[in-house]
């Protein structure tokens, strides 16, 4: 989602309504990436979840550009839902962003972000969302992106449909956003979520660094203990030889 200066919308998820409406069968649904014919439907359907309207140049860009992951689920020749992410240098992310990742792995890794994730309340909580979330991690854990390093977007605090369907899925709480959304004239605060694929990992804390250095320390305990016992054992052999050759003499 973009943010306060580039028109933010919270996700389609934030708005999902609680009761369940099984319309239709998982397995009903097709998946492909939306195309520029995709353009007006798009827009009718975000304009449905969304309280503000993305600009007219953001859904020519995701119809159409090769730049963003921009995936529908279909379902009767209709979208139903959606979700489009981007893959970026770390080390362009915006300032709010940085501390997702090390320093040392940022330098050289990439990043996906979900800029939108969305699906039509007829066919929510019927698996749509994780079907197109899966597809993203699945697209970003092959061998030619693994340097993508972790996945995050940002949702609005009281978003919490979209907090719950994104925890469950292992996405991590990383930072406060506060007046990060401007929504009819108000600013609203956010969270960034992050999940980590590739072998990336957050930064690591003082707290860490201590549970690194205690395990150490037990590793050692245990290799010491095991040393002095041995070193034990060879002394009363020792003394056992010495003594039994002392016996022999007299």
């Not at 609680?18 to 492909?32: A, G, K, W, Y």
Request: glycine share 6%.
């Amino acid at each position: 989602m973009y943010n306060k200066q580039n028109n933010p919308q919270p996700n389609d998820i934030s708005r999902a309504e609680s009761e369940h409406v099984p319309l239709c069968s998982i397995t009903d649904v097709q998946l492909r990436f939306l195309v520029p014919d995709d353009l007006t439907e798009v827009r009718t359907l975000c304009q449905d979840w969304f309280p503000i309207d993305y600009p007219l140049s953001w859904y020519e860009d995701i119809t159409s550009s090769s730049r963003f992951f921009a995936l529908a689920a279909v379902y009767n020749l209709a979208i139903i839902g959606l979700i489009v992410a981007e893959i970026k240098p770390y080390r362009n992310l915006n300032k709010e962003d940085k501390g997702i990742l090390p320093d040392s792995m940022g330098r050289h890794a990439d990043i996906g972000y979900i800029l939108s994730l969305g699906v039509h309340r007829k066919h929510r909580r019927n698996g749509i969302g994780s079907l197109l979330l899966d597809s993203l991690v699945n697209h970003l854990t092959t061998a030619e992106r693994y340097s993508v390093k972790a996945i995050f977007l940002h949702v609005l605090t009281t978003n919490q449909a979209a907090i719950l369907f994104y925890e469950k899925r292992r996405f991590h709480l990383h930072s406060f956003l506060p007046y990060y959304y401007n929504i009819r004239g108000n600013d609203k605060d956010g969270f960034t979520y992050v999940t980590y694929i590739n072998g990336g990992h957050q930064p690591y804390t003082l707290l860490d660094h201590i549970k690194h250095f205690a395990s150490k320390i037990s590793l050692a305990g245990g290799m010491l203990t095991w040393i002095t016992l041995r070193l034990r054992q060879a002394v009363r052999w020792i003394c056992h030889k010495t003594v039994s050759r002392f016996n022999f003499a007299h």
